[in-house]
């Protein structure tokens, strides 16, 4: 149950615009909610809803206990209409079938609500057919429009729509949200340096699979720094089976380039900024041991192999003169 001040903390400029819309009664007939995953445009579109509806609100903030409010949390309010793709497309005769269904109906109230999913799936006549549904004149009817690709709208959508863009999370958002995803806080926090896409993060995380590169680069850079020929035969025999097309092979140098950028934080004791929490005493001990100019040469080296990873230079051929830059004296 969200209210217009949680939305707050995370989408500070989108609460404020809706918010003075509603106070002023000046809301548009359609929004377009465009951003990335997890960036809570399904929550502020049901928080709408939910203001639109309510009639017991306390300046735009719904009451969350009126037979609307509840109805709306519970998902079966009937003048809500939730539209999704069937298939690869939202098509016209969805809307057709919806509009049959509320003629058939008979009108709970005048208002109605609509939120549109995966919006760029709309196809023009589908598209049309709703927009039409906004002007029907005996009425008040709204339509947040929802899409994760903004450039693929049709400009008739867009002109007609006031577009409201969804910010990433704040990277403390973002490793709650992915908390709150049964995610452990320690690969939380280095995913959330990786990417502020939710559904990314937690694609990642899928069969442990984010869990174990994270392990495989904290053993190589151990090895860099305490046995130097042993780190050869681990990126032989654990890394490259590992990291294998060129995304993950671009995620594990990133993953090294987050390592040294911790044990830079350890020397200049910016500890509560660490990002590998839990290796505390490894950092420490490659903090006690390289130079800053041979961290500086580190955190070079990597830049530079994933560089030539980008320029497709072999990855195995890349990483053996990375492991090599990287023990040098
Ligand atoms: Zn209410």
Request: with cysteine; aromatic share 6%.
């Amino acid at each position: 149950m969200k209210t217009w001040e949680d939305i707050g903390e995370t989408q500070s400029t989108i609460a404020k615009i809706l918010k003075n819309s509603v106070l002023k009664n000046r809301l548009s007939h359609a929004y377009v909610f465009e951003g990335g995953r997890g960036t809570g445009k399904k929550n502020v579109a049901v928080l709408l809803a939910k203001t639109f509806f309510c009639k017991e609100k306390l300046e735009a903030e719904p009451c969350q206990q009126c037979r609307d409010c509840k109805r709306i949390d519970s998902g079966n309010h009937p003048d809500i209409h939730l539209i999704q793709a069937d298939g690869s497309s939202i098509k016209v005769d969805q809307i057709r079938e919806l509009k049959k269904d509320l003629s058939l109906r008979g009108m709970e109230s005048r208002k109605k609500f609509y939120i549109v999913e995966e919006t760029e799936k709309m196809t023009p006549a589908a598209a049309n057919s709703i927009l039409k549904f906004l002007e029907e004149p005996d009425g008040e009817a709204l339509a947040i429009l929802l899409t994760t690709h903004v450039q693929r709208i049709l400009p008739t959508v867009l002109s007609r729509s006031q577009v409201l863009s969804f910010a990433p999370l704040p990277p403390d958002k973002f490793i709650e949200k992915l908390v709150e995803n049964s995610i452990p806080e320690k690969d939380a926090r280095v995913i959330s340096q990786i990417t502020s896409d939710l559904e990314e993060g937690i694609q990642l995380c899928q069969d442990n699979w984010f869990a174990q590169a994270r392990s495989k680069v904290i053993q190589l850079t151990d090895e860099v720094s305490l046995r130097p020929k042993n780190a050869f035969i681990t990126l032989q025999e654990e890394w490259m089976p590992f990291f294998k097309e060129k995304s993950e092979i671009q995620l594990g140098i990133d993953l090294i380039m987050i390592w040294y950028r911790d044990v830079i934080r350890m020397q200049v004791d910016q500890t509560n900024q660490l990002v590998y929490i839990d290796q505390e005493d490894k950092l420490q001990d490659q903090a006690l041991k390289l130079s800053q100019r041979k961290l500086g040469n580190n955190l070079q080296a990597v830049m530079d192999a994933k560089r030539r990873l980008d320029a497709n230079t072999a990855p195995q051929l890349l990483m053996e003169q990375l492991l090599l830059r990287l023990q040098e004296g």
